[in-house]
């Protein structure tokens, strides 16, 4: 059989393929429509210490190569999370990771702190990169200072794997990364959405309510993969990479360019089973070729 788990931290992943948070609610939306044995791992919407109504509508836009979202990190809150949201999570087959953010640092921990003892969870990501809330959000991964003291409080309450997701809009996202790494991140996640906005011309108005939201889809690929790049050659734990990601020549592209995994986003809201999918050919081309996932992860050949 050709290898295709990864491990992050302490845990193994049957697979390198998960669903990134904010596509794929918490999972439940998607009983029936998909396989869970092969999605890697279920990164959950995000989970705040309170819950949260979300932004006003209009928070979604489609645009050319992608779409716009504003939506702002609705959920339920911790208390809820657990006792709603945990039940189904935990019957699933895939990893169980936890987007956790908070408006304070002292949120971030705090979350942590609620969920760690609570089973089914396999690890946490924390978001340092929503560009769509007043508060928190980007601000925590736009200063290196900030990010590694917020990821260094949160790695004194859990000993379970813990992944920065950063966002691209910052000058230098590597300084970010090393800064986490620093910290006790066991791995990084990127990109985030990229900071865009688009007008209606009839009525001379933005398209979001908050003017500005984030950009997802195929059009952000080609960002998502230099920054991934970079952050590979930045650091030395392990990038999980996000940005476009739609189809199986599009996974291998992030791998080859070091990531140990990929995040499949947008291409849920038109494929529920776009991950699945990318697994099982991941497993066929492994096959084909004779290749562990191993063999393809930094393979990328460069002159010179
Ligand atoms: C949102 O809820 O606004 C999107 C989530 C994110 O960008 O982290």
Same mark, same amino acid.
């Given at each position: 059989?050709?290898?295709?788990?990864?491990?992050?931290?302490?845990?193994?992943?049957?697979?390198?393929?998960?669903?990134?948070?904010?596509?794929?609610?918490?999972?439940?939306?998607?009983?029936?429509?998909?396989?869970?044995?092969?999605?890697?791992?279920?990164?959950?919407?995000?989970?705040?210490?309170?819950?949260?109504?979300?932004?006003?509508?209009?928070?979604?836009?489609?645009?050319?190569?992608?779409?716009?979202?504003?939506?702002?990190?609705?959920?339920?809150?911790? #208390?809820?999370?657990?006792?709603? !949201?945990?039940?189904? =999570?935990?019957?699933?087959? %895939?990893?169980? /990771? +936890?987007?956790?953010? &908070?408006?304070?640092?002292?949120?971030?921990?705090?979350?942590?702190?609620?969920?760690?003892?609570?089973?089914?969870?396999?690890?946490?990501?924390?978001?340092?990169?929503?560009?769509?809330?007043?508060?928190?959000?980007?601000?925590?991964?736009?200063?290196?200072?900030?990010?590694?003291?917020?990821?260094?409080?949160?790695?004194?309450?859990?000993?379970?794997?813990?992944?920065?997701?950063?966002?691209?809009?910052?000058?230098?996202?590597?300084?970010?990364?090393?800064?986490?790494?620093?910290?006790?991140?066991?791995?990084?996640?990127?990109?985030?959405?990229?900071?865009?906005?688009?007008?209606?011309?009839?009525?001379?108005?933005?398209?979001?309510?908050?003017?500005?939201?984030?950009?997802?889809?195929?059009?952000? #690929?080609?960002?998502?993969?230099? !920054?991934?790049?970079? =952050?590979?050659?930045?650091? %030395?734990?392990? /990038? +999980?990479?996000?940005? &476009?990601?739609?189809?199986?020549?599009?996974?291998?592209?992030?791998?080859?360019?070091?990531?140990?995994?990929?995040?499949?986003?947008?291409?849920?809201?038109?494929?529920?089973?776009?991950?699945?999918?990318?697994?099982?050919?991941?497993?066929?081309?492994?096959?084909?070729?004779?290749?562990?996932?191993?063999?393809?992860?930094?393979?990328?050949?460069?002159?010179?």
């Amino acid at each position: 059989m050709n290898e295709i788990a990864i491990r992050i931290g302490s845990v193994e992943f049957a697979n390198p393929i998960m669903v990134a948070s904010g596509t794929f609610g918490y999972a439940e939306e998607f009983d029936g429509l998909v396989d869970f044995r092969e999605i890697g791992a279920v990164v959950t919407k995000t989970v705040t210490l309170e819950p949260r109504p979300g932004n006003a509508p209009p928070r979604i836009y489609e645009t050319a190569a992608g779409m716009l979202n504003s939506i702002g990190l609705p959920n339920v809150g911790v #208390k809820d999370f657990i006792d709603q !949201k945990m039940p189904f =999570l935990r019957t699933l087959q %895939s990893r169980i /990771v +936890v987007n956790v953010a &908070g408006v304070t640092a002292k949120d971030y921990v705090a979350v942590v702190a609620c969920l760690d003892s609570v089973p089914g969870i396999d690890a946490f990501e924390l978001n340092y990169s929503c560009p769509n809330v007043k508060q928190g959000g980007m601000s925590f991964s736009s200063n290196a200072q900030i990010a590694e003291a917020v990821t260094a409080s949160v790695r004194k309450e859990t000993k379970k794997p813990l992944i920065a997701k950063l966002t691209p809009n910052v000058t230098s996202i590597s300084d970010i990364g090393r800064a986490v790494e620093q910290g006790g991140a066991d791995a990084l996640s990127a990109i985030n959405t990229l900071v865009g906005m688009a007008v209606d011309v009839r009525t001379r108005k933005p398209r979001l309510s908050t003017i500005t939201g984030g950009l997802s889809g195929p059009a952000i #690929k080609p960002i998502a993969l230099a !920054k991934v790049y970079e =952050l590979c050659k930045s650091v %030395s734990i392990p /990038v +999980v990479a996000i940005g &476009g990601i739609m189809n199986l020549h599009d996974a291998l592209e992030f791998f080859m360019v070091g990531a140990i995994a990929v995040q499949v986003g947008t291409a849920n809201f038109m494929n529920p089973g776009c991950a699945a999918e990318i697994t099982r050919d991941l497993r066929c081309y492994c096959q084909q070729q004779d290749l562990n996932l191993s063999d393809l992860i930094g393979s990328l050949e460069v002159d010179g």
